[in-house]
């Protein structure tokens, strides 16, 4: 465990949390912060046994808050019972939600003793949580705080020029406007991927209009208020538009699917032409290093297409590797 700021960021013993919105839409942002860890030298396991944080269903109030709790008190046991308490997820909301749960577990023993008695009642003993087994500030961390604390170790596995494209960076509401005091870099101009891009010799545009706007997902709001929803996109890419931004740089599924998957609809209601694709910050990284763009990356799974960076890039790719666009 190393300390960067008042939050200690660990390099060892770590849990890499699983996404359900990684996993089923862009498994590539898995595959690339797995590939970075390895070139890294970062120690981490997968737990088979994780279940889900609940966060979309929570968020649709399908989900209590003592049944997210539980949950993640379960997680937790398994985590502390493999010797890697530390968890970190690729996904904010995730993120927001195991802090939450954390501080909940810690802090309300009538919480916490009706969740163990759940466990007991139901031949569970082993999931017992026991109060300040997990510290929600060092033992919860986004995928993003670690490559920005490895930022300086990235040029030592360059393998592909970057510096030649425009990026702007939207780090999401759950990473930056939930847990203020854990958030590294910046809140009111969140900059934390700005700087591991300086990292890698590609300075970002850095503050935009409505850098710090919500992507407009709102969760239930994407279906239920979905004009509202895409008004507060368009807001967005319009501000990018008027930048020529050719990457948007994204920390979250849930931000990466609102942009990619309704890039086209915005520009039909738009009338803009203009390409820019959604990168997840650890699927950039993992092109800086070389890797490969369909088999590790995923760009095959973006509804934007991704191929045109490649191209600007002069990285090599075969498009018939892409089995899911035209």
């Given at each position: ?13 770590i ?29 981490y ?42 968890y ?16 909940t ?50 040029k ?17 509401c ?100 203009k ?35 490649l ?16």
């Amino acid at each position: 465990m190393e300390q960067t700021n008042t939050k200690n960021i660990p390099i060892k013993d770590i849990t890499l949390f699983r996404s359900c919105l990684v996993s089923a839409e862009y498994p590539g942002i898995e595959a690339s912060t797995k590939y970075i860890f390895d070139k890294l030298g970062i120690e981490y396991v997968i737990d088979r046994n994780q279940s889900c944080c609940t966060g979309l269903g929570h968020y649709y109030d399908i989900f209590d808050e003592l049944s997210t709790t539980a949950l993640a008190a379960r997680n937790f046991s398994h985590a502390i019972e493999n010797k890697h308490k530390h968890y970190v997820p690729m996904c904010a909301t995730c993120y927001a939600i195991l802090k939450n749960a954390a501080k909940t577990l810690n802090q309300k023993d009538d919480v916490r003793e009706k969740i163990n008695n759940a466990f007991c009642e139901n031949g569970l003993e082993n999931l017992q949580y026991k109060k300040d087994s997990i510290n929600p500030t060092d033992d919860i961390t986004h995928v993003a705080d670690i490559l920005y604390h490895f930022k300086d170790q990235l040029k030592k596995h360059k393998k592909v020029d970057i510096s030649g494209l425009k990026i702007a960076t939207h780090h999401g509401c759950h990473y930056c406007k939930v847990h203020y005091d854990d958030t590294l870099c910046g809140v009111r101009n969140p900059q934390l991927m700005d700087k591991i891009c300086e990292a890698m010799d590609v300075p970002t545009i850095g503050w935009y209009d409505h850098k710090r706007l919500t992507c407009g997902c709102g969760f239930r709001q994407r279906y239920a208020n979905r004009e509202l929803s895409l008004e507060a996109s368009t807001d967005k890419f319009e501000s990018l538009y008027k930048e020529d931004v050719d990457v948007l740089l994204v920390m979250c599924p849930n931000c990466h699917l609102q942009f990619d998957r309704y890039e086209r609809v915005i520009q039909q209601h738009t009338g803009h032409k203009k390409h820019m694709v959604i990168l997840n910050i650890a699927q950039l990284i993992a092109l800086y290093m070389g890797a490969h763009p369909y088999k590790t990356v995923g760009i095959q799974t973006h509804t934007t297409n991704v191929e045109p960076i490649l191209d600007k890039l002069g990285i090599e790719y075969d498009s018939g590797e892409d089995s899911l666009h035209d």
